[in-house]
C-alpha cells in the first residue's frame, strides 16, 4: 500500500525558514517524480515544485523559485522541501504526491497518490 | 502563463448530470486531469490523461477534452459526490503544473 507522510509544518515567523518531510512507502521511490501542492486556506490547490526520480530534473513555480529547494533522499526513501524567507503568502497545507513515472518524460502525467498534508503557518 | 479557467460552481439535482468545464488554450493538446477534493481531505484523481479513469472510481465519472475545453462529467450525481474539483495539465513552456482555479459542486 502507497503511503505519503508529511512532516515539519508549524508555524514560523515572517522570514523564516522550515523544512518540510515527506516519508514515502510501498513503492520503489527512486523509480518516481515526486511533487509538493500547496492549499491557502480557503482557497484552489497551487503546483510548488517537482523532482524527477533521479533528482536530476527540478522544476518550481514562480512564486517560490529562489526560495524553496525540492530535493529527495532515495535511500531514505524521502522527500524534502527546505522553504526559506517565508511571508504570510506561503501559509497553507503542504501535500507531497506522487508521480507516474520517475523521468522529466512523463511530467505530464498525473499525481496518483497524495499526502494528508502538513500545514505551514506563516505569522509574527 | 498557461491558465486554466474553471466555473467556480455547479449545481446539479441528485441523479442529474454535472459537467464541470476547464478551459484552456488549446487545451486538447495537453493531457487533462482531473482531482476530487473533499472537505479536509487530501485529492483524489478521478480522470487522468483525458478520459481514462483510476480503478475504485466510478463509471459515472467520465471525462473529455476537445478544442478549448475540456469536461468532466458526472452522471446520475448522488450527494456524496459533493466536493472540489480541479482541472491539471503540464505545461511544457513553462515547465509548470497548472490547476485550475477548482469547482464547487453542490447537490442540491
Known amino acids: 500500500e502507497v503511503q505519503l507522510l508529511e512532516s515539519g509544518g508549524g508555524l514560523v515567523q515572517p522570514g523564516g525558514s522550515l523544512r518540510l518531510s515527506c516519508a514515502a512507502s510501498g513503492f520503489t521511490f527512486n523509480d518516481y517524480a515526486m511533487s509538493w501542492v500547496r492549499q491557502a486556506p480557503g482557497k484552489g490547490l497551487e503546483w510548488v515544485s517537482t523532482l524527477t526520480g533521479s533528482g536530476d530534473g527540478t522544476f518550481y513555480a514562480d512564486s517560490v523559485k529562489g526560495r524553496f529547494t525540492i530535493s529527495r533522499d532515495n535511500s531514505k526513501n524521502t522527500l524534502y522541501l527546505q522553504m526559506n524567507t517565508l511571508s504570510a503568502e506561503d501559509t497553507a497545507v503542504y501535500y507531497c504526491?506522487?508521480?507516474?513515472?520517475?523521468?522529466?518524460?512523463?511530467?505530464?502525467?498525473?499525481?496518483?497518490?497524495w499526502g494528508q498534508g502538513t500545514l505551514v503557518t506563516v505569522s509574527s | 502563463s498557461y491558465v486554466l479557467t474553471q466555473p467556480p460552481s455547479v449545481s446539479v439535482a441528485p441523479g442529474q448530470t454535472a459537467r464541470i468545464t476547464c478551459g484552456g488554450n488549446n487545451i486538447d493538446s495537453k493531457s487533462v486531469h482531473w482531482y476530487r477534493q473533499k472537505p479536509g481531505q487530501a485529492p483524489v484523481v478521478v480522470v487522468y490523461a483525458d478520459s481514462d479513469r483510476p480503478s475504485g472510481i466510478p463509471e459515472r465519472f467520465s471525462g473529455s477534452n476537445s478544442g478549448n475545453t475540456a469536461t468532466l462529467t458526472i452522471s446520475r450525481v448522488e450527494a456524496g459526490d459533493e466536493a472540489d474539483f480541479y482541472c491539471?495539465?503540464?505545461?511544457?513552456?513553462?515547465?509548470?503544473?497548472?490547476f485550475g482555479g477548482g469547482t464547487k459542486l453542490t447537490v442540491l
Open positions: 491539471q495539465v503540464w505545461d511544457p513552456i513553462s515547465d509548470h503544473v497548472i
Open positions: 504526491a506522487k508521480g507516474m513515472c520517475g523521468s522529466s518524460a512523463c511530467l505530464g502525467g498525473h499525481s496518483d497518490y
